[in-house]
C-alpha cells in the first residue's frame, strides 16, 4: 500500500515563496512517476506538474511555466513543489499523486495524498 504525504503548505502573500513536500511509504519512490496537482474552491481538479521517475522529465501546466519548479529525492521518498510569485489565483489545495510506468505520465494516476491547503492574499 503506497501512501503519500503531504506538507508545506500555508498562507503567503501574493509574489512570496512556498516549498511543498510528498514523501512516499510503501514502496520504492523511485519507480514511480510523480504529480502535483491542485483543486480551487468550484473548480476541478487539474495538474500543476509532474516528474518521471528518474527526475530526468518534467511537466507543467502552462499556468505555472517559470514560476514553479518540480524535483525528487529517491534516496529520500520524496517530492517536492517550490512555488515561486505566488498569485491569489493559485489558491487550492495541492495534491501529490503517484503511478507506476517509466515514460513521464500526466494522467490515470493511481495514489493520492491527502492534500495541503495553499492560500495566497492579495
Known amino acids: 500500500q503506497v501512501q503519500l504525504d503531504e506538507s508545506g503548505g500555508g498562507l503567503v502573500q501574493a509574489g512570496g515563496s512556498l516549498r511543498l513536500s510528498c514523501v512516499v511509504s510503501g514502496s520504492s519512490s523511485g519507480t514511480y512517476n510523480m504529480g502535483w496537482f491542485r483543486q480551487a474552491p468550484g473548480k476541478e481538479r487539474e495538474i500543476v506538474a509532474a516528474?518521471?521517475?528518474?527526475?530526468?522529465?518534467?511537466y507543467y501546466a502552462d499556468f505555472v511555466k517559470g514560476r514553479f519548479t518540480i524535483s525528487r529525492d529517491n534516496a529520500k521518498n520524496s517530492v517536492y513543489l517550490f512555488m515561486n510569485n505566488l498569485d491569489p489565483e493559485d489558491t487550492a489545495v495541492y495534491y501529490c499523486?503517484?503511478?507506476?510506468?517509466?515514460?513521464?505520465?500526466?494522467?490515470?494516476?493511481?495514489?493520492w495524498g491527502q492534500g495541503t491547503q495553499v492560500t495566497v492574499s492579495s
Open positions: 516528474i518521471s521517475w528518474h527526475g530526468g522529465n518534467t
Open positions: 499523486a503517484a503511478r507506476g510506468g517509466l515514460v513521464l505520465a500526466i494522467n490515470d494516476f493511481e495514489y
